[in-house]
């Protein structure tokens, strides 16, 4: 018995081809995994039809692989797959809402010299958003059969079967070119789609009015950066009060057991270290979830994808592309996040540079330390209409790391992680009404990952930190703060050697300890350290003070500069391991960035004692 024809099902993500395979198929798939790789490889006989087997290949833009899902669809097309045979013809699956884009790779398809079909799919969702289109004209035009279906209700598979028997029969039309560019396709489906469309339905009318404005390369990025810079200052303006009542919170429940639990080990942990340490991370999360709302709500209108086009551009000078966008804003509330959004980047070069500068975003943990030592060190005033010098400052230190990220990003490109970035192809949406359910639903899916990892981590280091910040105890008649003579103490001594030439004392050395767990603690430890007590409010007044009165500027700038480049927080480590598969390139990070830092707060604090 002869094997059955091999028919490769392909097409865009979201086009509805598993469905069509599915249909098509029934229950008689086979489903495994190619050999070494997690890739699913699925073959099933077409429904009386056993003369016809299909293979439904992973979803792709283009023939150029940018994933090992994409690499196999490509060899297979190519006949080169090591297990897999060269089919004896192509079904794809064309989704009829978004023809323009799916057409540029059925032209490259064209290419092959292999019987194709094409179903033009979900052809009820075009109808109902009245998009007409003439599939005798774009059969003509292709030189292909086209095929009206509707996966899901199994409409036009009996025309769909006949057809792939018939293309299989007579072999495939001659091979047609239409340019070897991306753009030379793109070029050629725009028009294709053009001819065969009678009407573009009322969504897709909206959206080539609104792409006019948003997409322009001068007005769209006006509008992009007003958007950014909205949402940041909604990050600070709204969080304040839910950041209070967090607060007010967990001074509650300190004020609650120091009422009712003696002093001791017990009442010590849990208020100096569970509350003050998971405490200190936990009060952040409104302004995390504030962040994510303008997130989740740009992407559920398809706005986002625009902004990482708008943003291709810039991100291509530095040898990434527009997918980078998106991790890098999100590592503004949190690295963390940021590092887990940048799997979306298939390139594994452009992903692992991504996570590599992540962490140089101004993630919201190091706003109590610049608030903090800005408060102490920059006079109060304007320096213009409007402008006050402490909030220049603070923008300042946000664009500082920026530029970092970027320069980066370059020289890793560059002579680390070597490669180009890919082509940037990217499917835009057409604009929507914002879901509220998935708005809802993502961000509780943040909160719950941002407490699980996040939080689950702090606290174990936190209670770490604070035995070693209370042992060994102080001798008696020690004439230093008892924090000097337990471990953080002695290791800050130990540090001071190192970080003596940027201006840093044993106090800011021993700080900078527990500020690994999370940043924001090295302004309590500080405290600590400085032997001031009381209330959180009465802290951060009193530190001002204190720091002011023991610091020169040119140390409490070299502070500010340490903290733009250098402070790893252990979560940021943590997720960067798990993440990259291994030790190699957090250690990398970690290094890289302590040199940058360790170099500019020399440059600083030098500089600025000479001058001052």
């Given at each position: 018995m002869s094997s059955p024809h091999l028919v490769a099902v392909v097409g865009n993500p979201n086009c509805g081809k598993s469905a069509?395979?599915?249909?098509?198929?029934?229950?008689?798939?086979?489903?495994?995994?190619?050999?070494?790789?997690?890739?699913?490889?699925?073959?099933?006989?077409?429904?009386?039809?056993?003369?016809?087997?299909?293979i439904d290949l992973p979803g792709t833009y283009s023939l150029t692989p940018r994933s090992p899902d994409e690499a196999v669809t490509q060899q297979v097309l190519a006949g080169t797959h090591s297990i897999e045979r060269k089919p004896d013809a192509i079904l794809c699956v064309v989704d009829a809402t978004n023809l323009a884009q799916h057409l540029r790779f059925v032209l490259e398809l064209r290419g092959l010299g292999l019987p194709i079909v094409i179903a033009l799919n979900m052809i009820d969702m075009a109808t109902r958003e009245r998009i007409a289109i003439d599939s005798k004209l774009l059969s003509e035009k292709l030189g292909i059969p086209v095929i009206e279906t509707v996966a899901v209700r199994k409409k036009g598979l009996p025309e769909l079967t006949e057809q792939l028997l018939h293309v299989i029969n007579v072999g495939a039309p001659s091979c047609a070119d239409y340019g070897d560019s991306l753009k030379q396709r793109q070029k050629a489906a725009r028009k294709i789609a053009a001819d065969v469309t009678l009407s573009e339905g009322i969504g897709h009318k909206t959206t080539r009015i609104l792409d006019k404005i948003l997409l322009h390369p001068v007005?769209?990025?006006?509008?992009?950066?007003?958007?950014?810079?909205?949402?940041?200052?909604?990050?600070?303006?709204?969080?304040?009060?839910p950041m209070d009542m967090i607060e007010a919170g967990i001074g509650g429940l300190q004020e609650y057991f120091a009422n009712t639990l003696p002093d001791g080990f017990l009442l010590s942990v849990l208020n100096d270290g569970i509350l003050s340490g998971v405490g200190a991370v936990v009060v952040f999360l409104p302004q995390i979830l504030i962040l994510f709302f303008f997130i989740l709500i740009l992407e559920s209108t398809g706005y986002m994808a625009r902004a990482a086009f708008l943003m291709d551009k810039l991100m291509s000078a530095v040898g990434?592309?527009?997918?980078?966008?998106?991790?890098?804003?999100?590592?503004f509330a949190c690295a963390i996040p940021g590092i887990m959004a940048a799997r979306s980047i298939s390139n594994e070069k452009d992903r692992l540079t991504t996570i590599l500068i992540a962490p140089l975003m101004t993630c919201s943990a190091r706003l109590p330390v610049y608030t903090v030592i800005i408060a102490a060190f920059i006079p109060d005033k304007t320096v213009g209409i409007g402008i006050g010098l402490q909030g220049l400052v603070l923008f300042s230190l946000y664009l500082a790391g920026i530029v970092a990220a970027l320069i980066a990003a370059a020289l890793l490109k560059r002579f680390v992680v070597k490669g180009t970035a890919d082509t940037f192809m990217l499917e835009l949406p057409k604009y929507q009404t914002p879901n509220l359910r998935f708005v809802l639903i993502g961000l509780f899916e943040r909160a719950r990952l941002f407490l699980k990892r996040a939080g689950s981590i702090i606290l174990v280091s936190t209670i770490v930190l604070w035995i070693l910040a209370i042992y060994p105890v102080a001798p008696e008649g020690a004439d230093k703060p008892a924090v000097a003579y337990s471990f953080v103490g002695i290791i800050g001594g130990w540090l001071q050697n190192i970080f003596a030439p940027i201006g840093f004392n044993w106090e800011i050395s021993a700080a900078l300890v527990p500020g690994m767990a999370a940043r924001e603690v090295a302004i309590a430890a500080l405290g600590t350290v400085y032997s001031l007590s009381g209330s959180d409010e009465m802290l951060e007044v009193g530190l001002v003070t204190v720091l002011n009165n023991a610091w020169s500027?040119?140390?409490?700038?070299?502070?500010?500069v340490w903290f733009v480049f250098a402070p790893q927080c252990l979560s940021t480590i943590a997720v960067a391991r798990r993440e990259t598969g291994g030790w190699k390139w957090p250690l990398f990070m970690v290094a890289y960035l302590f040199g940058i830092a360790y170099i500019a707060c020399f440059i600083t604090y030098q500089t600025a004692s000479a001058l001052l």
């Open positions: 069509l395979f599915n249909a098509l198929t029934g229950l008689r798939q086979k489903v495994a995994n190619y050999p070494g790789a997690t890739v699913e490889r699925r073959t099933g006989k077409v429904l009386h039809h056993a003369e016809i087997e299909l007005i769209g990025l006006i509008i992009l950066f007003t958007l950014l810079f909205t949402m940041f200052q909604a990050v600070f303006a709204w969080a304040e009060t990434l592309n527009g997918r980078a966008f998106i991790p890098l804003l999100s590592s500027l040119p140390t409490a700038l070299s502070f500010l």
